[in-house]
């Protein structure tokens, strides 16, 4: 401890479990996988004793997918034991951090073959194009896929009162 933080210990690593279960049907297909709002500082992410991801920066959120596990429980009764091991022991600011989860997890499911990345859809204006009568919006996104040529994204942009402004679609 020393007095730029408080006198507050940073030395410390810490281990949060998690038992849970997942629905048979997420054994069928599509994507699992644990999405990290935010963990301080380095973590290290651990699924029925296998290690399958290190992550080094507290201040961005990570996926972690769940197919990577050789072994994933399925169906009821059938459990699942997530394992985390935090380590704050190194600061990167003149203030303190703090260590551990500092944000929320989630576990996310999808049925299909496709899914948009974590921070993965986007829209823009265009520069120059907002004025008080309109303004170009130029959408983007980043998806995940076996195959990419099968995925056909569509859009739609509403208005603040709820009407369709614009819609599309792309491959």
Do not use: C
């Not at 020393?2 to 210990?9: A, L, Q």
Request: hydrophobic share 40%.
């Amino acid at each position: 401890a020393d007095m730029h933080h408080g006198h507050i210990p940073r030395d410390k690593s810490g281990w949060y479990r998690k038992h849970f279960s997942l629905p048979a049907s997420f054994g069928a297909g599509g994507e699992t996988w644990l999405h990290f709002e935010g963990v301080f500082q380095a973590v290290d992410v651990f699924l029925n004793g296998e290690h399958l991801l290190r992550h080094t920066s507290g201040y961005l959120g990570f996926d972690v997918p769940l197919h990577s596990a050789r072994q994933l429980n399925y169906g009821a009764g059938a459990e699942n034991v997530l394992a985390l091991r935090v380590d704050s022991s190194f600061g990167s600011g003149h203030w303190y951090e703090g260590g551990g989860l500092q944000r929320r997890v989630w576990l996310v499911h999808t049925p299909g073959a496709a899914r948009f990345a974590t921070d993965g859809l986007f829209a823009q204006t265009e520069k120059g194009s907002v004025t008080a009568e309109k303004a170009v919006v130029v959408p983007s996104a980043e998806v995940s896929a076996a195959s990419a040529a099968s995925v056909t994204i569509k859009y739609t942009l509403h208005d603040p009162a709820g009407v369709v402004a614009a819609s599309g679609t792309t491959k």
